[in-house]
């Protein structure tokens, strides 16, 4: 059973838009949540990430939001790049000994465009 | 941040034989930890190789199909036994930092014919 869900399997978002992805968990007990970026042939690449304990993380152009309540979390990108486009995928992790025991959304293609 | 290098990059194998891949961190790090992933399908978790012990094997995995070894703190294997093509994956080794990061190596491409 899948506990962490990225329902859109892609998005389509012109330059210098904003790009938001999201992601649903089911599993309250998850601690620790990551994003990363994957390019075709390529392994994925860590972007960012937030602890349980905070509701927003920012770097750069990326900003992660947690809802607990809701078990939701969403990526923002600001300003969209054609190079942001890629295979984006949400994670999970009870965190401590566990931390690098990951549990993976089936991931958003994004596609941004000129 | 972490580099980890994964070799073969990729392969196509016969059913029926093995394939051992390599993963080499140019640090030290306790765990270390092998993913799959499936044609269209998201990473999914094989196991926890940690060094001096035995691997923990996730649900669904199992030590005969996918032996690990891990001999020290900076290299360990992954074995894809007696193939068959529902093996057909990118095979991922990743390693969590002090920083509460985990990165990726670049994958090991496996067609199995």
């Known amino acids: 059973d899948q506990q962490v869900k990225q329902n859109s399997p892609s998005l389509s978002v012109q330059e210098g838009r904003i790009s938001i992805l999201n992601c649903d968990y089911t599993n309250s007990m998850f601690d620790y949540f990551l994003w990363y970026k994957k390019y075709p042939a390529e392994g994925p690449t860590f972007l960012i990430s937030i602890s349980s304990i905070k509701d927003k993380n920012e770097d750069g152009r990326f900003t992660v939001f947690l809802n607990k309540s809701a078990k939701h979390l969403s990526l923002h990108i600001v300003p969209s790049q054609p190079g942001d486009s890629a295979v984006y995928f949400c994670?999970?992790?009870?965190?401590?000994?566990?931390?690098?025991?990951?549990?993976f959304g089936r991931g958003t293609q994004l596609t941004v465009w000129p | 941040s972490a580099v980890i290098s994964q070799k073969p990059s990729r392969d196509i194998c016969q059913r029926g034989t093995s394939l051992t891949i390599q993963c080499q961190v140019d640090?030290?790090?306790?765990?270390m930890f092998w993913y799959r992933q499936q044609p269209g399908q998201s990473l999914t978790l094989i196991a926890t190789a940690n060094q001096g012990s035995e691997a923990t094997y996730e649900s669904g995995f199992v030590i005969d199909k996918f032996p690990i070894s891990r001999p020290n703190l900076t290299f360990s294997t992954l074995t894809v036994s007696n193939m068959s093509p529902e093996d057909s994956s990118i095979y991922l080794c990743s390693v969590a930092n002090s920083g509460n990061t985990i990165y990726f190596g670049e994958g090991s491409w496996l067609t199995v014919v």
């Open positions: 640090s030290q790090v306790t765990m």
């Open positions: 994670a999970a992790s009870f965190g401590g000994s566990t931390l690098g025991r990951l549990y």
